[in-house]
């Protein structure tokens, strides 16, 4: 099934982000900081501070998985629009979340056109896709293929992430890109998408995803290309 994600609705919960993720990361930050301070107790039993650091140990992972959905790349105030090569920015995304893929068996599979350039803010189209791969690498708990690859035309440029994953069913996907929507409970921050979607269309692509449960999901996304001057168009790799 095929779908167009990007609906006004979600968007507009996108513009209340900003206090959100910083209400998100915090609670747990307040949370951590009351433990250490029971920590304190001299008399506290074994059992009890074992108890409580593993309540901050908790807390400060969830804080962290904020920044990461979010903040990765971000510089404050800093927004630069740049010239970007897709292929290699995709390609220092791929490195790394290389560790990550090894770890959960996932083969990273790339097929890059020669040219692509895009116009854009290159810390947030690494926000993005780190987010959209990160979340392929997920959903192949005990491995699969990932692919990535690019399309170039004169106007756009299409980038294609295919996962063998757990997919999702319609109801899902119709959810995909929600506020603090998630399927993985603790583990999930369920901002990534958020994070896609507010940039993509900064950026003035789109986005179209396919998904079959069990089978995997792909993700199409298309950015308007910049036209080529100079000798770039004819440049070899
Ligand atoms: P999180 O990864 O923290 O759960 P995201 O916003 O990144 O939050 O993703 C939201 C949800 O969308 C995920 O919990 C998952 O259910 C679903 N999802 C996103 N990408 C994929 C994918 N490639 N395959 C299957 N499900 C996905
Ligand atoms: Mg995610």
Redesign the pocket.
């Known amino acids: 099934m095929q779908q167009e994600l990007i609906k006004a609705e979600k968007l507009k919960a996108v513009e209340q982000m900003g206090a959100a993720i910083s209400h998100e990361i915090r609670n747990p930050l307040t949370a951590a900081s009351g433990f250490v301070q029971l920590l304190q107790d001299d008399y506290l039993s074994r059992q009890k501070r074992k108890e409580y650091l593993a309540i901050v140990k908790e807390e400060l992972f969830s804080a962290e998985r904020v920044i990461q959905?979010y903040l990765t790349f971000a510089k404050p105030a800093l927004e630069s629009l740049e010239e970007l090569n897709v292929k290699s920015e995709l390609r220092q995304i791929i490195s790394i979340l290389q560790p990550i893929a090894n770890q959960n068996s996932v083969e990273i599979i790339t097929d890059f056109s020669i040219i692509g350039f895009i116009k854009g803010d290159g810390q947030k189209f690494r926000q993005c896709f780190v987010?959209v791969l990160k979340?392929?690498i997920?959903?192949m708990p005990h491995g699969g293929y990932l692919h990535v690859s690019t399309e170039y035309s004169q106007n756009d440029v299409t980038i294609k992430v295919k996962?063998t994953?757990?997919?999702?069913s319609p109801q899902?996907l119709e959810r995909?890109g929600e506020p603090f929507?998630?399927?993985?409970g603790k583990n999930?921050?369920?901002?990534?998408?958020?994070v896609v979607y507010s940039i993509v269309r900064a950026m003035d692509g789109s986005i179209w995803v396919e998904s079959d449960v069990g089978k995997g999901?792909t993700f199409h996304f298309q950015f308007p290309t910049i036209p080529i001057k100079g000798n770039k168009q004819t440049g070899r790799v």
Do not use: F, P, R, W
């Open positions: 959905d987010n979340n392929a997920e959903s996962d994953g757990v997919g999702m899902q995909l929507y998630s399927t993985k999930g921050t369920g901002l990534g998408m958020m999901t």
